[in-house]
């Protein structure tokens, strides 16, 4: 199993987490943004990250590997059977990957990625636009967290995994759910990352991080 892109993105953490929820070994393969490394352009078709490549079945994007991996390597199951928490867990995950990351990542991107791993200037109107739309996000999180377990019925699911991911890259941009104004999603965000999955995945993240951005620790 190979699965390629930084664990910066929080779309390739979501990936990885799941894999090490399953007991999955795999090896880093590189590509993300800005890449002319044929073996990535190769297999992801608009050079985006992560791309799964398990045993020649190659498939990119995050909700798509955590759906196949989740069919293919069942135990345990992150993404629930009843259909009430299945949909419910979908919302967490597309709300975690299309308005959360889309929010995030215009600070992502234009305060670290670009400028310094990509030399591109930033757009600080753009990072101070994905500011502005913070506070509602986060308030969202908060209406939904739980005050114990997780966020959809009684198992850990893609729903905490995909949400979670993205508050760990924005820590990266100075972000993090902070206690005081958002207890519950404080909370329920050190129960994700002491997950021994979320270990494994940030001790493999500090390593990456230390090598490409010494000044930043893994969030
Ligand atoms: N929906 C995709 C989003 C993937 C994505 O946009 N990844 C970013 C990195 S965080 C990327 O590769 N961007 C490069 C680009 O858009 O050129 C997923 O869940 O995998």
Request: charged share 20%.
């Amino acid at each position: 199993m190979k699965l390629y892109g930084a664990l910066l993105s929080p779309f390739v953490r979501k990936a990885a987490v799941v894999l090490a929820e399953k007991g999955l070994e795999y090896t880093a393969a590189r590509g993300g943004p800005g890449s002319t490394d044929p073996e990535f352009l190769a297999v992801s078709p608009f050079a985006k990250i992560p791309v799964l490549d398990d045993d020649g079945f190659i498939l990119p994007d995050s909700t798509a590997i955590v759906v196949y991996l989740d069919a293919q390597y069942p135990d345990p199951s992150l993404i629930p059977a009843d259909p009430k928490a299945r949909g419910q867990a979908m919302w967490f995950d597309e709300f975690g990957d299309t308005i959360f990351a889309v929010s995030g990542l215009k600070i992502l991107f234009n305060r670290l990625v670009g400028p310094k791993l990509l030399g591109k200037p930033g757009d600080e109107a753009l990072a101070l636009e994905g500011e502005a739309e913070l506070p509602r996000i986060f308030e969202y999180i908060e209406s939904v967290a739980p005050e114990a377990g997780w966020l959809v019925g009684n198992a850990f699911s893609i729903a905490d995994i995909t949400v979670a991911s993205m508050l760990c890259t924005l820590a990266y941009v100075g972000y993090g759910p902070n206690a005081a104004a958002y207890p519950k999603t404080a909370a329920w965000h050190a129960r994700v990352t002491a997950r021994s999955s979320w270990n494994a995945v940030a001790g493999r993240e500090a390593a990456l991080m230390r090598r490409i951005l010494p000044d930043h620790a893994a969030g």
